[in-house]
T-cell receptor, first 115, second 112 residues
């Protein structure tokens, strides 16, 4: 299993440009998440999905959009890039058990710079 | 508001010098507490889940413990390869509790 994969690894955008960060998992997990990580700030949840066709906002959703048409894929869309969106983005997935905890498995990240 | 605080922010140890990292939390109800390891330029790697006070889990030189207010990650006789940032996260109990709230992490450096 490849686990959680993300593309691209690095990207530089100009202000106002758009892009899609790709995320895929091959563990048949039903839950998927997007986080951003800024220096000294910890991981912040942007959006999450509990299954194909179902998404919801996390703590910091402004400026982002998501969709989930399949179990495997969960792309994150930036429509009008702003310098405040410079960050490292991580995708994660989990198979939330009714009685268990939500152990999330992370991808390698996408480092995005907006200039 | 649910909060997770990790201390210290950074820790330098000599190889073989045992120590502990702290994660204190304030939540309405705890469903699980998670420890992750993150190497520079990589995604967090899952280490442990703890569910109830008094629970302990071990993996190689790491042992995680949980009380009603905090968790400790004990590192015994660390090696340079244990250098990383260690993240703590909590999951609250209740319907729809999918989200994890992360602390800011402790950056551990183990000097040969």
């Amino acid at each position: 299993n490849a686990g959680v994969t993300q593309t691209p690894k690095f990207r530089i955008l100009k202000i106002g440009q758009s892009m899609t960060l790709q995320c895929a998992q091959d563990m048949n997990h039903n839950y998927m998440y997007w986080y951003r990580q800024d220096p000294g700030m910890g991981l912040k949840l942007i959006y999450y999905s509990v299954g194909a066709g179902i998404t919801d906002k996390g703590e910091v959703p402004n400026g982002y959009n998501v969709s989930r048409s399949t179990t495997e894929d969960f792309p994150l869309r930036l429509e009008l890039a702003a310098p405040s969106q410079t960050s490292v983005y991580f995708c994660a997935s989990s198979n939330l058990a009714v009685q268990g905890g939500n152990e999330q498995f992370f991808g390698p990240g996408t480092r995005l710079t907006v200039l | 508001e649910d909060q997770v605080t990790q201390s210290p922010e950074a820790l330098r140890l000599q190889e073989g010098e045992s120590s502990s990292l702290n994660c204190s939390y304030t939540v309405s109800g705890l469903r699980g507490l998670f420890w992750y390891r993150q190497d520079p330029g990589k995604g967090p790697e899952f280490l442990f889940t703890l569910y109830s006070a008094g629970e302990e889990k071990e993996k190689e030189r790491l042992k995680a413990t949980l009380t009603k207010k905090e968790s400790f990650l004990h590192i015994t006789a660390p090696k340079p390869e244990d250098s990383a940032t260690y993240l703590c996260a909590v999951q609250i109990s209740g319907a729809g509790s999918y989200q994890l709230t992360f602390g800011k992490g402790t950056k551990l450096s183990v000097i040969p």
